[in-house]
Structures are given as structure tokens and as C-alpha cells.
């Protein structure tokens, strides 16, 4: 169920795929420690979305229901959309129109 502040940009199966290709080249930007979702990981999240758009993030361990529970929780508490999951990395994305074209995956990684 969404909600009216989580409403993003529905993207097609096309750019679906473009991003997992993107994250498949990346490496985790964030690891989430056993602290969890401190203050301070989100900061440093929303940082790298500003600078990267497009981010891919290692998530603690759990089950695969926890795992996906948290992935969600992250991309709402950053603003973000989880674009794909698969077992603990997790890839994140949130457009900024204003990025650096030298830092953005989406610009550098672009066809």
C-alpha cells in the first residue's frame, strides 16, 4: 500500500533493467552495521543518493522476508526507491536534477 509521499515515477520494464545493470557494476556504498538504521547511516545514504542516484548497499543479515521489510524501510526513510533487492544488496535510487555529472551513476554509466 502506498501513500501519497511515497508516490514515485512508475518505471518501465526498459529502465528497469538499464538500472540493474548499472547497479551490477557497482559496489556497496554503504554497509549497514549491527546497529541497524542509526541516524548516522542515514545521513551518509542521503549523501551518496545526492551525489550517486543510483546506490547499492549491503543490509544486515536476516531472513529474506526481514531483509526485504528493511530494504523497503530504507528507501522510504531516504526518500529513495528500491529499484531491486537480492539477498543482503539492496539498490537504491533518487534522482537529483542537480548532480555532479562526474559523481552520478545514472551519468556516468549512461548508454
Given at each position: 500500500m502506498s501513500t501519497a509521499k511515497n508516490k514515485r515515477p512508475?518505471?518501465?520494464?526498459?529502465?528497469l533493467r538499464r538500472l540493474k545493470g548499472i547497479g551490477h557494476e557497482l559496489k556497496p556504498v554503504v554497509t549497514i552495521g549491527n546497529k541497524g538504521l542509526t541516524d548516522s547511516v542515514v545521513e551518509e545514504l542521503d549523501r551518496a543518493l545526492n551525489d550517486h542516484e543510483l546506490i547499492k548497499i549491503k543490509t544486515l543479515p536476516g531472513s529474506?522476508?526481514?531483509?526485504?521489510?528493511?530494504?523497503?524501510?530504507?528507501?522510504?526513510?531516504?526518500?529513495?526507491?528500491?529499484?531491486?533487492?537480492?539477498?543482503?544488496?539492496?539498490?537504491?535510487?533518487?534522482?537529483?536534477?542537480?548532480?555532479?555529472?562526474?559523481?552520478?551513476?545514472?551519468?556516468?554509466?549512461?548508454?
Open positions: 512508475a518505471l518501465d520494464n526498459t529502465e529474506k522476508e526481514e531483509r526485504e521489510v528493511f530494504s523497503s524501510d530504507l528507501a522510504e526513510k531516504t526518500g529513495a526507491q528500491l529499484i531491486h533487492s537480492i539477498g543482503r544488496m539492496a539498490l537504491l535510487l533518487r534522482r537529483n536534477p542537480n548532480a555532479n555529472p562526474k559523481l552520478s551513476n545514472l551519468s556516468r554509466y549512461s548508454d
